[in-house]
């Protein structure tokens, strides 16, 4: 009875514990040993419960829920892609890093690399800027600069979003009130179209390339209206800064 008791659990296992395969068994299941409690209990001790899904190897594996990884810390980052080769042929979704920075693969198209260089800007938007106000100054406050960061450099000024052509209003961008201090930008505005997708609906307008400021002596410019549109005229100005270590 014993024996048939220990081979229907077995073949019990065999059938029903699916997610179980390739384990190892004990040195003891042979052919017409009848285990003692114990056995069965050391046994039964050094496997893993199912847990109510397939496990994942170290070899990989596909998920089929959300992953949340350990929030990062002082000592350790919560997830970690090192640096290795681009695959030959990547699949959409795939991420990897090699030491020139991270890449991606997204619609049949390889984005990267990811590096120091492509985000160290910050960009920083007012809307509502009241064209039609001469002399009116729009304080932009420069928000705290990431960790290893202590300058900036203004690269882009844009306009967008016009309600109304913007070419009788100018504009300058400078470092204190009144349009006084070091003078970023100053010129006249080509926005002629309100409308989304049409031509001169934005402008751009690159900032000084031999001038930096430093977060603590310049931690608000102002982008001031010098001539006024002439009839009702908002839009959005965008500062586009490049961090500096």
């Known amino acids: 009875m014993k024996k048939l008791l220990g081979a229907l659990a077995i073949a019990g296992c065999l059938i029903g514990c699916g ?38 190897g170290v070899s990989g594996c596909t998920f089929t829920g959300e992953i949340i990884t350990a929030p990062s810390t002082a000592s350790s980052a919560g997830l970690n892609v090192p640096a290795g080769t681009a695959p030959t042929t990547p699949n959409n979704g795939d991420i990897w890093s090699t030491v020139n920075g991270f890449y ?11 590096n120091r260089l492509l985000t160290n800007t910050i960009e920083i ?4 800027v009241n064209f039609n106000s ?20 203004v690269g882009t000024v844009m306009i967008s979003n016009a309600s109304h052509s913007l070419t009788t209003a100018t504009f300058g961008l400078f470092t204190s009130t009144g349009g006084s201090g070091t003078v970023i930008a100053s010129t006249a ?15 751009s307008t690159s900032g000084p390339t031999t001038v930096s400021f430093t977060q603590a002596g310049f931690g608000t410019l102002y982008f001031r209206v010098i001539n006024a ?8 100005v965008t500062l586009r800064l490049i961090m500096v270590p």
């Open 229 to 236: 549109e002439g009839t009702a005229a908002t839009g959005t």
């Open 189 to 203: 505005i080509t926005v002629s179209s309100s409308t989304d997708g049409a031509s001169n609906n934005f402008q």
């Open 104 to 114: 991606g693969q997204y619609n049949g198209v390889t984005v990267g690399p990811v």
């Open 19 to 56: 997610d179980a395969v390739a384990q190892t068994v004990p040195s003891w299941m042979i052919y017409g040993a009848v285990p003692t409690a114990a056995q069965w209990q050391a046994f039964a001790a050094s496997k893993q419960d199912y847990a109510g899904s397939a496990s994942c």
């Open 134 to 153: 001469a002399a009116t100054d729009n304080a932009i406050a420069i928000p705290t600069l990431p960790s290893g960061y202590t300058r900036y450099q």
């Open 125 to 128: 938007s007012v809307t509502g």
